[in-house]
């Protein structure tokens, strides 16, 4: 299985601020059709994951450019600039290349 | 607006089943992977498999395979998943996704 490895686990941002989420692969995420399924999601408190990032660095419909996505191969991350108060909560990673595997998540807490 | 809207809340009882439902609405059903995942109380998310409602075709995670059973109704756009010989580790909320969309989940119960 493909293990994928997310830091740091809990992060404290001021309003207004920035931060990054990493998340290695054990193997490369490199599809054989040539995409990389890396994803990124948000859990807020008592909801439903919500998807934020596809294939790396595309925004979902309805996602403010406030987050972004990069990376390849094993290493990714994901940045959120102008932190804001509706942003707490917790982040995956999740990759869909090799079947699927969740990162252990990192929880975004508002200073 | 795509929907994918899950059953109801079940309390079971140690040793039996239950089967859960994820109806989806707002695009073509079988255009795309229905996933599960579970997520126990306080942790992380875990997948549990998949299955392609197009042609009924399931990969499971290993540490499942012997646990759930996925299924799809093409007819009425609804996938399920049992899970079998429950116990207290199978206290979860369990969720459906085709990857951009989820249901809302499902909290499982296993208590005498």
């Known amino acids: 299985d493909v293990v994928m490895t997310q830091t740091p686990v809990s992060l404290s941002v001021s309003l207004g601020g920035q931060t990054s989420i990493s998340c290695r692969s054990s193997?490369?995420?490199?599809?054989?059709?040539?995409?990389?399924?890396l994803y990124w999601y948000l859990q807020k408190p008592g909801q439903s994951p919500q998807l934020l990032i596809y294939?790396?660095?595309n925004r979902f419909s309805g996602v403010p450019d406030r987050f972004s996505g990069s990376g390849s191969g094993t290493d990714f991350t994901l940045k959120i600039s102008r932190v804001e108060p509706e942003d707490l909560g917790v982040y995956y990673c999740?990759?869909?290349?090799?079947?699927?595997?969740f990162g252990s998540g990192t929880k975004l807490e508002i200073k | 607006e795509v929907l994918l809207q899950q059953s109801g809340a079940e309390l079971v009882r140690p040793g039996s089943s239950v089967k859960i439902s994820c109806k989806a609405s707002?695009?073509?059903?079988?255009?795309?992977?229905m996933h599960w995942v579970k997520q126990r109380p306080e942790q992380g998310l875990v997948w549990i498999g998949r299955?392609?409602?197009?042609?009924?075709?399931?990969v499971y995670a290993e540490k499942f395979k012997s646990k759930a059973t996925l299924t799809a109704d093409k007819s009425s756009n609804t996938a399920y998943m049992q899970l079998s010989s429950l116990t207290s580790e199978d206290t979860a909320t369990y969720f459906c996704?085709?990857?951009?969309?989820w249901g809302q989940g499902v909290m499982v119960t296993v208590s005498s």
């Open positions: 299955i392609n409602p197009a042609n009924g075709n399931t």
């Open positions: 996704t085709n990857s951009g969309d």
């Open positions: 294939k790396v660095s």
């Open positions: 193997q490369s995420l490199v599809h054989s059709d040539g995409n990389t399924y």
């Open positions: 707002g695009y073509t059903f079988t255009d795309y992977y």
């Open positions: 999740y990759q869909g290349t090799h079947y699927l595997t």
